[in-house]
């Protein structure tokens, strides 16, 4: 039935959707070496309004262990480096009055294991958004019963969603698996 399959594609989009931003989250988690990616949600006030970092600045990594920043307008230059001290990320940048370059120490056990936890909870969440869509089909698969859509027709496409949910969820321990090795890496 249409309606079905309809629902069924919503619900792999969806998915689609959740592992999608699991990437984008554990990008922000750094493995040791510098990635423009570590700044992303970091936001300075510009002309009265919160702007992200990439709007208004070109972030850069000269090598494995620096991230340069130069603003697109040189009076900014100032926001941005007091964004980036006042900021949890645990950078100190230093300002040239051009660039301001910002030096990403090794990371010791401690915070590796730190981030590995991160990446923990990352994982979690997606998992649990990809739960909640599963449920959310299923829910919509089995109101289609009471528009008269046989029982066993909604019961096999609730296998199907079960099946979908699974291989999701294989992948985003995949994508668990990488990360924790980048993470762990010396």
Known sequence: ME???LYLDDAKDTMDGAIKHLIIELGKIRAG????????????EYYGSM??????ATINTPDARTLAIK????????DIEKAIRNSNLGFSPSNDGEFIRISVPPLNEERRRELVKRAKNEIETAKINVRNIRQDANNSLRKLTKEGV????VKSSEERVQKLTDSFVAKIEQIFSVKEKEIMEV
């Open 33 to 44: 070496k510098a990635s423009p990616q570590m700044l992303e949600g970091l936001q300075i």
């Open 3 to 5: 309606e079905i399959e």
């Open 71 to 78: 603003p697109f307008e040189k009076k900014i230059i100032n």
């Open 51 to 56: 702007t992200p970092i990439q709007n208004v």
């Open 150 to 153: 046989s029982e066993d027709l």
